[in-house]
């Protein structure tokens, strides 16, 4: 389901640049260069059937094509690279090789629809036309492919779709909302970071959260990675929507047990992590000059940051607020175990909290 998530995003985006783009593209090529140096049989054949009303079904056909082509390239070719190849060198790959593809689709939709409109009974398909053509329209096409991809990377540095809210002036302002916040830390990090030293326990931590990614297909927004912690957010509706909140923490920690003698293996150690959950009011704004980023601003944090931090003493690796508690649907698959109300540093008021784990 997560595949097919990530897939369908890829696929929308690449629709959507191709349909702008390609159909500019396509137009040119079909309409101004390759269809009218065919015969004038085909030709003749091309005015009749209509050549508005065929310029539209190429572009609408190649568009979805060229989508399918490169959300596979990029799910089955360079997703798997992100972790083992820097961005820059990662769009150096990718992108003269989704033109090569995109210009090989082009030349193949070409000698196509010639063949459809070809007068002759002899008319055979002429594969050896179907070679990639590289001339002023390709430099179109690459600047609009290397923009693509370059959105898509900035996208995913300030979190799946905050690029928009900053683009549309959503948080320009500050902004009240209600979100839910988890903060997730490794336990034991301090000995294990002592025990692999810097470099290997940096290793760790970018696997552990790049398992991680399992937490998307809960609605859940990556908010912060800070050392060996990363806080989670939700909007009220997403996070409680079927137990999204508890479905990402538990998913997560049983990613991490499936890679269990991975992690032994490579580290010597197998990775537990601890979590702090808390709901309530929070100032969403745009801060920063050099960089920009959207940040949330109130007490909320800083409680489930303190409850997180009440996991050792308490002997469990998730903690949640009475605020969560209340808006949980479904109760049955946990056990909740009150523990009664508690100090959180920076609060002069006590917050009740739960002990949650899974039955």
């Known amino acids: 389901m997560l595949v097919l998530k990530s897939f ?7 629709l959507i640049v191709n349909l702008l783009g390609l159909g500019l593209f396509a137009f040119i090529r079909y309409s101004l260069i390759e269809l009218d140096a065919g015969s004038p049989e085909i030709n003749a054949q091309i005015e009749t059937f209509g050549q508005i009303k065929l310029i539209v079904i190429v572009i609408i056909v190649l568009s979805i094509t060229l989508a399918l082509i490169s959300a596979s390239v990029d799910m089955l070719v360079f997703k798997p690279l992100q972790l083992k190849l820097p961005l820059g060198l990662l769009l150096l790959i990718e992108i003269p090789l989704q033109v090569f593809v995109i210009n090989l689709v082009l030349q193949f939709e070409v000698e196509a629809t010639k063949q459809y409109f070809a007068v002759s009974a002899n008319f055979s398909f002429p594969w050896h036309n179907i070679i990639p053509k590289f001339d002023c329209l390709t430099v179109l096409l690459l600047f609009m492919l290397s923009s693509g991809r370059l959105l898509i990377a900035v996208d995913r540095k300030l979190g799946h779709g905050n690029i928009w809210s900053i683009m549309a002036g959503r948080y320009y302002n500050p ?7 988890m903060f997730i830390d490794l336990k034991d990090s301090t000995l294990i ?17 790049s398992d991680l990614t399992i937490v998307d297909k809960y609605r859940a927004d990556v908010y912060q990675f800070v050392g060996d912690e990363v806080v989670l ?10 137990n999204n909140y508890l479905k990402a923490f538990y998913s997560f920690k049983e990613v991490l047990k499936k890679r269990s003698k991975f992690y032994i293996k490579n580290f010597g150690v197998e990775p537990f992590f601890k979590a702090g959950v808390h709901y309530g009011m929070v100032v969403t704004t745009e801060v920063g000059d050099l960089k920009r980023e959207i940040s949330y601003h109130g007490d909320t944090i800083n409680t489930a940051s303190g409850l997180q931090g009440l996991c050792n003493n308490l002997k469990t690796d998730l903690i949640i ?3 969560v508690y209340q808006y949980t649907q479904d109760k049955s698959n946990y056990d909740f175990i009150d523990e009664g109300h508690v100090d ?16």
């Open 8 to 14: 369908l995003r890829h696929f929308y985006f690449y």
């Open 193 to 209: 970071a002592e025990r692999l030293g810097h470099i290997k326990f940096s290793q760790l931590i970018k696997m552990c959260f």
């Open 175 to 181: 902004k009240e909302e209600e979100r839910v916040f």
């Open 233 to 242: 957010t939700w909007c009220s509706r997403k996070a409680f929507k079927n």
């Open 344 to 359: 959180i540093k920076g609060k002069e008021e006590t917050v009740k909290i739960f002990k949650v784990s899974k039955k």
């Open 321 to 323: 607020s009475d605020a």
